[in-house]
């Protein structure tokens, strides 16, 4: 079903795919937030789905993208963002631009900015999957990058039952876990998962550690990939 913001009206109208339901409508409401029109469609119906679908073949998970595209430019959309990370590192992303005549973001486009800039990152993701296409794509760009990562699906599906930020900290211990990275070295940590941005703020302010979580640079760089089409 096609979830919708309440935004009327925007120069950016962007088409949001994500695993689950949940997933999409955060990244909606986000763009809501930055008052662009959104529109978005989920490729699964829970998080356990989601992490099977991505065992698929690229081709396949491609083709399943490429339909729920074609759902959302017939909305009217103008740009594209894959609001998931593990869903971004399973598929053929240069097949699926080389198919589309409207510029896609995804959370990888961020990241791969932050090699270099740091040597030795954290993750927090959903799933052990997308830990390890992250740390590829940082390794691609600097061969000299340390990756401690972790995936936990719990914590997607905790959220998704709407337990409160502070509950999924305590009941995970991330607040401990910021600590034990902290004191193995690790420069900043990635919130690799989009469900994360949940409790962002409030694991800010708990940890002594620069974290990053992508959604606001994802914005920028599609308000600037269309209008460098629009020039």
């Known amino acids: 079903m096609l979830i919708r913001n309440r935004i009327a009206a925007s120069e950016l109208v962007v088409g949001v795919i994500a ?4 997933d999409t409508r955060f990244g909606v409401s986000f763009l809501e937030g930055k008052q662009i029109r959104a529109y978005g469609l ?3 119906d829970t998080p356990q789905e989601q992490t099977g679908m991505q065992a698929l073949n690229r081709e396949a998970l491609t083709e399943l993208v490429l339909l729920r595209i074609g759902e959302l430019l017939a909305a009217g959309v103008n740009a594209l963002m894959i609001y998931c990370n593990s869903l971004s590192g399973a598929l053929d992303l240069e097949a699926l631009r080389a198919r589309l005549a409207v510029p896609l973001i995804t959370p990888l486009d961020v990241y791969a900015e932050l090699a270099g800039r740091y040597r030795k990152f954290g993750l927090l993701a959903a799933n052990c999957q997308s830990c390890a296409n992250i740390e590829r794509l940082l390794l691609e760009r600097d061969s000299q990058a340390k990756v401690i990562g972790v995936g936990n699906l719990q914590i997607v599906e905790d959220i998704e039952k709407g337990y409160a930020p502070a509950a999924i900290l305590r009941d995970h211990a991330l607040v401990e876990l ?3 990275l902290r004191m193995s070295g690790v420069e900043i940590l990635i919130l690799a ?3 994360f941005h949940y409790f962002y703020r409030e694991l800010q302010g ?3 550690l620069e974290i990053f979580e992508p959604s606001e640079q994802m914005v920028v760089r599609l308000e ?3 209008l460098r089409r629009a020039a």
């Open 206 to 208: 708990q940890i002594c």
């Open 19 to 22: 695993g689950t339901p949940i």
């Open 178 to 180: 910021g600590a034990s």
């Open 224 to 226: 600037n990939a269309v």
């Open 42 to 44: 989920s490729i699964s």
């Open 193 to 195: 998962c989009t469900h």
